[in-house]
């Protein structure tokens, strides 16, 4: 057997597939990074979309592809995509990001949806079949319930790309006022999860009692643009009703930019101990702006990119090759019964 992989297919339902690139970044930058380990990474996606027909069509293409590619390994990224990969005759890996564990929420109403619970019941049931199985965050683990032990492995951060820089220059280079105190804003706001009625609330509260202080939406950005916006602003402001790890407030940390959040995902866990960052447990307008006042009062970054330094994507890449080479060992032995 090898001691590692060197053909992975990798499954998803998430793929930048918008003009200005989408939101599944985080599952390209793992792909270039693994890639940069030596790991060749073969990507199907495809649009789930709720459609079992969907589904269907992709599970005879990754058929196809596992038939006639190569491969060492299949690894799905969010549970879904597992189904189109299930049975699977390779070694299989499944990343679970957040909603795909946890519910999905009703775009407009905020609620797991009864197709929501079902899809998580689904996913569950489907770990079951994976060899190893990858969470972002710890409190993900809680919601596997098979007497599976996770990995915890967050997407990780490109420190090149969030970077720090003058805030001054940030703002020439993304053509906002100078003059302003900006609260950024990154997510749908569309996306009754998000919850950006939440801090457009907060912010104007705020402007209230703080003149000059606006709420920045960072919507619809090209990826490589949004380090300008973290670099611009004063503070990111993040209000979700439900995440795994969340990638706005870790990028914004690399970045130095104060953070003012809710308790969701992991972010109590990237906050503790981050100088001029704010963890609000009220999740009322009123307690955002108090914290958001406070944090804009003081002024001056955060130290929020040493804190994140074990999310550099080197790293995670290299912790996702180790679980590849579990998955594959522990893969072996259970279709041979011995290791070799």
Not at 47 to 72: C, F, H, Q, S
């Amino acid at each position: 057997m090898k001691n590692r992989p060197q053909r992975v297919l990798m499954v998803t339902v998430e793929w930048p597939r918008e003009s200005w690139g989408g939101t599944a970044h985080f599952i390209v930058r793992q792909v270039e990074f693994l890639r940069a380990a030596g790991i060749e990474v073969d990507v199907y996606d495809f649009v789930g979309a709720r459609d079992p027909r969907n589904y269907l069509r992709a599970w005879r293409e990754v058929r196809r592809r596992i038939k006639t590619g190569n491969y060492d390994l299949v690894h799905a990224q969010f549970g879904q995509s597992a189904l189109a990969a299930l049975p699977c005759p390779l070694p299989l890996v499944v990343t679970l990001r957040g909603d795909d564990l946890l519910g999905i929420l009703h775009d407009t109403e905020g609620h797991i949806t009864p197709l929501g619970r079902l899809t998580s019941l689904i996913v569950r049931s489907a770990t079951r079949y994976a060899d190893e199985v990858i969470v972002v965050s710890e409190h993900m683990r809680a919601f596997i319930n098979h007497g599976a032990e996770p990995h915890v492995i967050p997407s990780g951060l490109n420190f090149d790309l969030f970077r720090v820089m003058p805030q001054d220059e940030a703002r020439r280079a993304a053509a906002l006022p100078m003059d302003k105190k900006l609260v950024l804003f990154v997510g749908n706001p569309d996306l009754a999860r998000k919850r950006y009625g939440l801090a457009r609330e907060t912010v104007d509260r705020l402007a209230e009692r703080m003149p000059g202080v606006e709420l920045l939406l960072g919507w619809g950005v090209p990826h490589d643009r949004m380090p300008y916006l973290m670099n611009a602003a004063d503070a990111l402001i993040f209000t979700s009703l439900q995440e795994g790890s969340p990638n706005a407030v870790k990028e914004a940390l690399a970045c130095n930019l104060p953070v003012v959040s809710v308790p969701v995902g992991d972010v109590a866990e990237r906050l503790r101990g981050v100088s001029n960052c704010e963890l609000v447990p009220d999740d009322k307008p009123e307690a955002l702006a108090a914290a958001l006042e406070r944090v804009l009062q003081r002024g001056g970054r955060s130290e929020g990119r040493a804190a994140v330094a074990n999310l550099d994507e080197q790293v995670i890449a290299q912790r996702v090759i180790n679980v590849y080479t579990r998955a594959m060992r522990g893969h072996h032995i259970r279709r041979n019964g011995k290791a070799s």
